[in-house]
């Protein structure tokens, strides 16, 4: 499976739909019993000017004896351009540097778009999971499973977790 988004507006629509599917209200005789759904818009600036935007939703249902939970993130980075004169110390300082990612021009702005989903099914102590996360230049996937038991009176969980790239 591959999702590619193209659009800067795709990832709000997404965010905006989960939480409005959230209003639904739950009834007894639903096959669900609880949902819920959240968005969250962060922005992280710091004295260099590097800015980053996170619009994130989540949305989690119970069904009778199983939940679906899913996650999702649209990352945007903006390394402002180099000031300083081509060839002056402050410029191939700024560029040589490991901080600085070099893509094309430097005295252009640097920006780079990352989408995040993560999704996942468990009914009693199993679980099975997946995650994406693409940008430009590369895809990360996992597929994961996991199993646990609480023993003891529940003073003690046992987990097993395996995942595959």
């Known amino acids: 499976m591959r999702v590619q988004l193209t659009s800067k507006t795709v990832g709000a ?14 009834r007894a005789e639903t096959w669900f019993d609880e949902q819920t759904a959240g968005c969250l818009m962060q922005y992280f600036t710091d004295s260099d000017h590097v800015a980053v935007r996170s619009a994130i939703a989540d949305y989690t249902v119970a069904l009778r004896k199983a939940s679906i939970a899913m996650h999702y993130n649209n990352e945007r980075v903006v390394i402002p351009a180099i000031e300083s004169p ?4 402050e410029a191939v300082d700024a560029i040589t540097t ?3 990612p070099i893509s094309g021009n430097a005295y252009s702005d640097f920006v ?9 099914y468990r009914q009693g102590g199993i679980e099975a999971g997946y995650y ?8 990360g996937q996992q597929v994961r499973a ?12 046992v987990s097993v977790v395996a995942g595959s790239l």
């Open 13 to 26: 629509a997404l965010a905006a739909g989960l939480c409005l599917s959230g209003t639904v209200t739950a």
């Open 98 to 100: 490991a901080s600085r």
């Open 146 to 157: 996991s199993v646990d038991r609480d023993l003891r009176g529940d003073q003690l969980n």
């Open 112 to 120: 780079k778009v990352r989408n995040e989903f993560e999704g996942s």
């Open 132 to 139: 994406y996360s693409g940008e430009s230049d590369y895809i």
């Open 86 to 89: 081509p060839g002056s110390q």
